[in-house]
């Protein structure tokens, strides 16, 4: 399913908010300056009673979209780790190989190594890249897998073919989990409840500004661009490679390095 927010840059959308809370903000200043008349202390009490409530609901959501994008975030920092771990471990067993295999086998790890490091630099918006990239690593993976087989056909007593069958099939399963992490999200349907309440949670408090005799306080723009603040690093933790926070592939870099050392 296409999602229409996803595909926007994250700045666009705070700026958007912002804007959009800042004219909720004013509308609901004008028409509440115009009823203030009409109001009287138990009116007023139950503006501020709503207004309070909805900054709750808002503190809610914005709480709770926060905590699964942060989720999100660390799972695909763990992904890095666990598939680095994983690579590493298969490399280690290679030496259990026979020596026919085990030269091969390590150079095909390394070109594998390569690989995943060229796709962690790629942007999941470079979709025909990172799909040829996965091409590629697929095939390495079918190569790897076939040697695998090859060891465990050639020595049916020793236990060594077998372990190393389950680093390489411990590394296949590590690269499903990180590229199913890549896609995992919060869901646009909370995105756009969040947004819609913001708006809401402006219009308010301009409302209950005006309804008391007042424009909006420092205090209360000081909320919005808080708000908007949140908002975008809400949605930077959610957008994997992209955005100012991007997930650590240190790992994978450092094994890069040991394994092309001689």
Partial sequence: MHELMYGIDSWLIAAALLAGMLLALELGYRIGARRQRQGNADVKEHVNGLQSAVLGILALLLGFTFSLS?????????????????????????????????????????????????????????????????????????????????????????????????????????????????DRHVPELVLWLMHLTFLMAGGIVGFAAGFAGHRPSLVSLIMVALIVVLVFIILDLDRPRRGLVRVDHGSLVSLQAQMQRP
């Fill in 70 to 182: 942060l989720q999100r975030f660390d799972d695909r920092s763990q992904a890095v780790v666990a598939e680095a771990n994983a690579i590493g471990t298969a490399v280690l067993r290679t030496q259990l190989l026979p020596a026919a295999l085990r030269d091969e086998t390590r150079a095909l790890l390394r070109s594998y190594v390569d690989l995943r490091v060229r796709a962690s630099e790629v942007t999941l918006d470079e979709r025909a890249a990172l799909q040829a990239l996965r091409g590629e690593a697929e095939a390495l993976q079918a190569r790897l897998w076939a040697r695998a087989r090859e060891a465990v056909a050639g020595d049916t007593v020793s236990y060594a073919p077998i372990m190393f069958a389950e680093s390489v099939n411990t590394m296949l399963d590590s690269y499903s989990l990180r590229e199913s992490a890549l």
